[in-house]
């Protein structure tokens, strides 16, 4: 299943995109996230999965777009921290971050 934590406005796509058939709970996401916005335990998406999986806390979602911001690239990190970290590549990140920071580079 494809959750995607975050909102959609005039301004853009604001998600992290976690594939939770791919994501197998090692927590390594949760370990590097500056911001602390995921967390991994039971899937709120899926009640029958019995492995933890990893997500959003709820809190953060609808202030994604600002809690995600320091990790991208054109912040220095490339690609951002929690993908780096997740080997089954289970998660990413909508392209809201790169819409809005293409003005700046020029």
């Not at 590097?32 to 709820?58: H, N, S, T």
Request: proline letters at 6%; aromatic letters at 10%.
């Amino acid at each position: 299943m494809i959750a995607h934590y975050g909102f959609k406005d005039g301004s853009g796509d604001w998600y992290v995109i976690i594939d939770t058939d791919k994501c197998n709970g090692c927590s390594r996401c949760a370990e590097v996230c500056l911001a602390k916005a995921l967390e991994v335990g039971p899937d709120e998406m899926d009640i029958f999965r019995e492995e933890p999986v990893a997500f959003i806390k709820r809190e953060e979602c609808k202030k994604i777009r600002y809690t995600c911001a320091p990790c991208k690239p054109w912040a220095g990190a490339e690609p951002a921290p929690c993908v780096a970290a997740c080997e089954t590549k289970a998660i990413s990140h909508s392209d809201g971050w790169k819409k809005l920071y293409q003005g700046l580079r020029r």
